[in-house]
């Protein structure tokens, strides 16, 4: 069977390319989801301890993804408990401002706006620049935070992930939370718990990148408070007061004097049924272990480049399993890799190569969304491009 657009993924767990693809165990609990209805403020809750036990965290929320969990982290650190302040949003009061370093900021931040928040910039990307070798550093926080910061937003890569510690002792010191977008940062799986470890206050991952879970599905983890927030401020609340009894441990409702209507997070509503898909792709990324998962994606690419011109192939990270195995193709300039990536889509099923920024004359070939089926077919439009 062929599906309308489809395409052969070589380019990773990109969302315009539909995600990643389903962890063993994913469409079997999605399925089972479906033989009851559930009281859904109960089910969040058995989620949300089921992502605090794998984060590290006091608590947990499901979200529709890390987009959404960066609007719902925003949502919360805006609010905090006070349900007038969550039922204005995304009109603020005083408290209004997320820091954030310039460097930082891409195309996901318009989820923090979208709460509300106006974003304050901080630090120079002189790197990027090539005028200096500094970016930001933790007392250019500590100048920009003020009566109205609400929160301090960190983008986390490799490269800036050391800094967290000195930057979010720094927002503590001012009694402002961190938010921590770790959208991709999987593998490794220690990564679950280090952000948290780190001293983030809330951090977003992925459930349809290399989770394994439903494209529109992500984790939130961090304080319990916060947590509560953002589960009262995207929780369906067409209830009394008197009638809406959460476990405690997921939202005290002896902290809260009322409820708000419908909240900013509303509209990025999760179903039950990615839920328990989003769950069971968490269970199986943590039983399959990051040697395992390297090693798999390790086979795809070896056997492909066994297929391919010695010159022309050479795995990246075949010897790192906190990393994602990659094939690089080498061409002789990027006008001629650009030329190859074209015909690759050009071709009658659509094969997408991942491309670095870094190096413009290479493409990439990510395992990690190639199905078995795909692999001759990939490696015959490889040859005949090459
Ligand atoms: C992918 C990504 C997101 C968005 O994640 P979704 O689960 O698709 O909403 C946010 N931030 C970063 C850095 C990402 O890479």
């Given at each position: 069977?062929?599906?309308?657009?489809?395409?052969?993924?070589?380019?990773?767990?990109?969302?315009?390319?539909?995600?990643?693809?389903?962890?063993?165990?994913?469409?079997?609990?999605?399925?089972?989801?479906?033989?009851?209805?559930?009281?859904?403020?109960?089910?969040?809750?058995?989620?949300?301890a089921?992502?605090?036990?794998?984060?590290?965290?006091?608590?947990?929320?499901?979200?529709?993804?890390?987009?959404?969990?960066?609007?719902?982290?925003?949502?919360?650190?805006?609010?905090?408990?006070?349900?007038?302040?969550?039922?204005?949003?995304?009109r603020?009061?005083?408290?209004?401002?997320?820091?954030?370093?310039?460097?930082?900021?891409?195309?996901?931040?318009?989820?923090?706006?979208?709460?509300?928040?106006?974003?304050?910039?901080?630090?120079?990307?002189?790197?990027?620049?090539?005028?200096?070798?500094?970016?930001?550093?933790?007392?250019?926080?500590?100048?920009?935070?003020?009566p109205?910061?609400?929160?301090?937003?960190?983008?986390?890569?490799?490269?800036n992930?050391?800094?967290?510690p000195?930057?979010?002792?720094?927002?503590?010191?001012?009694?402002?939370?961190?938010?921590?977008?770790?959208a991709?940062?999987?593998?490794?799986?220690?990564?679950?718990?280090?952000?948290?470890?780190?001293?983030?206050?809330?951090?977003?991952?992925?459930?349809?990148?290399?989770?394994?879970?439903?494209?529109?599905?992500g984790?939130?983890?961090?304080?319990?408070?916060?947590?509560?927030?953002?589960?009262?401020?995207?929780?369906?609340?067409?209830?009394?007061?008197?009638?809406f009894?959460?476990?405690?441990?997921?939202?005290?409702?002896?902290?809260?004097?009322?409820?708000?209507?419908?909240?900013?997070?509303?509209?990025?509503?999760?179903?039950?049924?990615?839920?328990?898909?989003?769950?069971?792709?968490?269970?199986?990324?943590?039983?399959?272990?990051?040697?395992?998962?390297?090693?798999?994606?390790?086979?795809?690419?070896?056997?492909?480049?066994?297929?391919?011109?010695?010159?022309?192939?050479?795995?990246?990270?075949?010897?790192?399993?906190?990393?994602?195995?990659l094939?690089?193709?080498?061409?002789?300039?990027?006008?001629?890799?650009?030329?190859?990536?074209?015909?690759m889509?050009?071709?009658?099923?659509?094969?997408?190569?991942?491309?670095?920024?870094?190096?413009?004359?290479?493409?990439?070939?990510?395992?990690?969304?190639?199905?078995?089926?795909?692999?001759?077919?990939?490696?015959?439009?490889?040859?005949?491009?090459?």
């Amino acid at each position: 069977m062929t599906l309308p657009g489809q395409i052969i993924n070589a380019a990773g767990t990109l969302t315009r390319l539909s995600a990643g693809p389903l962890a063993p165990g994913v469409l079997q609990a999605m399925e089972a989801a479906d033989a009851a209805s559930v009281d859904m403020v109960h089910y969040h809750a058995h989620a949300g301890a089921r992502i605090a036990a794998a984060t590290g965290a006091e608590s947990g929320l499901a979200t529709s993804g890390a987009s959404a969990g960066l609007l719902l982290a925003a949502a919360a650190c805006l609010a905090r408990d006070d349900f007038a302040r969550m039922n204005a949003l995304p009109r603020t009061g005083d408290l209004r401002e997320i820091v954030i370093a310039r460097s930082h900021r891409n195309g996901y931040d318009h989820a923090l706006r979208m709460a509300g928040a106006r974003l304050v910039e901080v630090g120079l990307p002189e790197p990027a620049a090539g005028a200096g070798v500094r970016d930001v550093e933790p007392w250019e926080y500590a100048a920009a935070i003020g009566p109205r910061s609400a929160a301090v937003a960190f983008t986390a890569t490799r490269a800036n992930a050391a800094q967290l510690p000195e930057i979010a002792a720094a927002a503590h010191a001012a009694g402002v939370p961190v938010i921590v977008d770790a959208a991709a940062e999987l593998p490794p799986a220690a990564n679950l718990r280090r952000f948290i470890a780190d001293g983030a206050d809330l951090v977003t991952f992925s459930g349809g990148k290399v989770l394994g879970g439903p494209a529109g599905t992500g984790l939130l983890a961090g304080r319990r408070d916060l947590i509560a927030s953002a589960a009262l401020q995207s929780l369906d609340l067409d209830v009394r007061l008197a009638d809406f009894a959460p476990v405690p441990d997921f939202i005290d409702m002896t902290r809260f004097a009322g409820l708000p209507r419908h909240g900013v997070g509303r509209a990025a509503k999760l179903g039950k049924h990615e839920i328990a898909g989003l769950l069971a792709a968490l269970d199986h990324f943590l039983a399959e272990g990051d040697a395992a998962r390297h090693a798999r994606w390790l086979g795809v690419v070896s056997d492909l480049a066994g297929t391919l011109p010695k010159a022309r192939a050479a795995i990246l990270h075949g010897s790192d399993t906190n990393r994602i195995p990659l094939l690089m193709l080498g061409f002789a300039d990027a006008d001629a890799a650009q030329a190859a990536d074209r015909q690759m889509r050009a071709r009658p099923v659509p094969v997408h190569l991942g491309t670095d920024p870094g190096d413009p004359a290479a493409l990439l070939v990510n395992p990690v969304c190639l199905r078995a089926g795909d692999q001759a077919a990939l490696a015959e439009a490889l040859n005949a491009v090459l």
